[in-house]
């Protein structure tokens, strides 16, 4: 299995970035797909994930509200809407897979077994 994320970038407060995540080697339909962040001297924050069939989504508290998690079924590939970005979004963010996740494991990172590289968002104040 392998994702490809895409879509990080620099911008200031407030802005908007959309993250991407090609999923290969593994059929969307029965997967939980989701982000996980790294800030710089910080543990691993889950960010939010989807249930590729059912829809179902689940966010971290410090995005709720601000980002949504989505799917594309027949592209292999789930997006992250970032709006209303802040400072403290700054992080690595990494995309993960997996078809064994259950709910109380959602957001738990090890509850994962594919990674995809991260990619760099940087907001600035």
């Known amino acids: 299995v392998q994702l490809q994320a895409s879509g990080g970038g620099m911008v200031q407060a407030g802005a908007s970035l959309r993250l991407s995540c090609a999923a290969s080697?593994?059929?969307?339909?029965?997967?939980?797909m989701g982000w996980f962040r790294r800030a710089p001297g910080k543990e691993r924050e889950f960010v939010a994930a989807i249930r590729t069939n059912s829809g179902h989504t689940y966010y971290g508290d410090s995005v709720k509200g601000r980002f949504a998690i989505s799917r594309e079924n027949a592209k292999n590939t789930a997006a992250l809407q970032m709006n209303n970005l802040q400072p403290e979004d700054t992080a690595a963010y990494y995309c993960v897979a997996s078809d064994r996740v259950i709910l109380s494991a959602i957001r738990d990172p090890q509850a994962y077994g594919n990674w995809g590289q991260g990619t760099l968002v940087t907001v600035s104040s």
């Open positions: 080697g593994l059929s969307l339909m029965r997967l939980t």
